[in-house]
């Protein structure tokens, strides 16, 4: 999908055919900062990539994410040392327009500039044959031009017949997903002999008790570790008795219930934390 919007939309010499995959967007420099583009994918053989593409979401103009958005496009050519676009997607003109302009970093010689790709970018795709030769481009007819042109909508629905169901499925998931709240009824609505949606949702949905009968034990054991250890920090508390760090590490890092309440049981006649834990003898 990335490589037709760049090279239908952006002029950018790229494949739409060729082999991509979603990477880590992990680009932290250290632990502490703030470095994960939204999207991260590499075009090409795994070990031979020919293109870096960078993807962005922006609904706000935001002076610093303008310089980030230069220094993911320099840690990612750093590390595949391959031609690296940044695809900056804007739900309007005038932010798009704001993220297109380029950018003058520090570093002498490097002007950054992104594919910034806002609703006047992408065509008004109404024909559904026009959709289905281009299904990608389609999808983001309907976000970007679905409330005041709905015949996108229509044409992306019908031109999903021509395609496998397992295509149908990815392909109405990906554009529910990328369409603004307001289109969302209309895209249910046409398809709904076809799909139920949110397909995410219902996904979710299926999973749901499964997700909680393997959750809910850890929970609940979870919360009885921490009443446990509150308590006994409570009765120690009222008695006067002292609770170092390490103490209170150690009672809060238990798991075991027994333990912790052998321990809460001490805590009533303990002079001391260690007491508590038995290290040293009852006074």
Known sequence: MAQEILHDLCGVPISPHT????????????????????TVITVGPPQEPRHGIIIEVQQNRVESKRMQLARYAASMWLQIRRPVHVMVFTSDDKTAGYYATPVQTDLPGYTFTAH???????PIITDPAEAAAHIELAMFSVRAHGQTHPKTISAFVEALKTFPEEKVTAYAN????????????????????????PLSAKIIADARPRIEAEVRPRIEAEVRQRTEAEAIFTVLAKRGVPVDDAARERILGCTDLERLHHWLDESVTATSVGEVFGDVPSS
Not at 23 to 31: G, L, M, V, W
């Open 19 to 38: 082999l991509s995959r979603v990477e880590s967007n992990d680009f932290n420099t250290r632990p502490s900062e703030d470095f994960t583009p939204d």
């Open 116 to 122: 910034s790709i806002g609703p006047a970018t992408v």
């Open 174 to 197: 990906s554009c529910w997903n990328i369409s603004p709240i307001a289109i969302r009824p209309t895209l249910e609505f046409l398809m709904d002999d076809t799909l139920e949606f």
